[in-house]
Nanobody, 126 residues
């Protein structure tokens, strides 16, 4: 069973930056693909970014492309989301997710992931 613990959320002004971290308890963290999703009030949970097990492949939603960067450090069993040039519409609860290698779901869909963190609140003021 993989447990994910998120940190780094908070309140920031528009144009500012935050970095989210997601630490996994599983020693085999490197075999899991990882993703970030977010859910704003009254909206569906949406894909933000994903990264392959080696860190060589990354994917981003159009809404965050050029502003957010996903990365991972397998030695530390940790994945990161660097968020720059934040906008009020980025305000949401951000969730870290892990995908088993045998999960055939799409990387940009919630059903493509097997383990989820509790979420971290990110609030961007105007």
């Amino acid at each position: 069973q993989v447990h994910l613990v998120e940190s780094g959320g908070g309140l920031v002004q528009a144009g500012g930056s935050l970095r989210l971290s997601c630490a996994a308890s599983e020693r085999t963290f490197s075999v899991h693909n990882m993703g970030w999703f977010r859910q704003a009030p009254g909206k569906e949970r949406e894909f933000v970014a994903a990264i392959g097990w080696s860190g060589g492949s990354t994917y981003y939603a159009d809404s965050v492309k050029g502003r957010f960067t996903i990365s991972r450090d397998n030695a530390k069993n940790t994945v990161y989301l660097q968020m720059n040039k934040l906008k009020p519409e980025d305000t949401a609860v951000y969730y870290c997710a892990a995908r088993r290698l045998l999960n055939s779901g799409r990387y940009y869909e919630t059903y493509g992931y097997d383990y989820w963190g509790q979420g971290a609140q990110v609030t961007v003021s105007s």
